[in-house]
């Protein structure tokens, strides 16, 4: 059964930077695609930024670009998100989400799997 396991979630001050990581185990294959939502208190997830495995094609939305990098380790099939000049309005529940076979349903915001989430807050 395919597990995804976030970590790196924490506290800190506005202008700071968090790594998230994520873990995928039990696929029988590589992952496709990988991406990383987060979501408001009261609000439905929307998504942060994607990446193709294959290409390396990466998807940001407006509000991260130019402060947030989504990478991956094929060979581990882990995901990453380094997140810098965080605001305080990056206070979220950041969730992974990935899909093992095309297509790619990140940015649909209906992928195979989830992980569990971990909390992210940007104090100011």
């Known amino acids: 059964q395919v597990q995804l396991v976030e970590s790196g979630g924490g506290s800190v001050q506005a202008g700071g930077s968090l790594r998230l990581s994520c873990a995928a185990s039990?696929?029988?294959?590589?992952?496709?695609?990988m991406g990383w939502f987060r979501q408001f208190p009261g609000k439905e997830r929307e998504v942060v930024a994607r990446i193709l495995a294959g290409s390396g094609n990466t998807y940001y939305a407006d509000s991260v670009k130019g402060r947030f990098t989504i990478s991956q380790d094929s060979a581990k099939n882990t995901l990453y998100l380094q997140m810098n000049s965080l605001k305080p309005d990056d206070t979220a529940m950041y969730y992974c989400?990935?899909?093992?076979?095309?297509?790619?349903?990140?940015?649909?915001?209906?992928?195979?799997?989830w992980g569990q989430g971990t909390q992210v807050t940007v104090s100011s």
């Open positions: 039990g696929a029988t294959y590589r992952s496709y695609c």
């Open positions: 989400a990935a899909d093992f076979r095309p297509p790619c349903r990140v940015l649909l915001g209906t992928p195979g799997y």
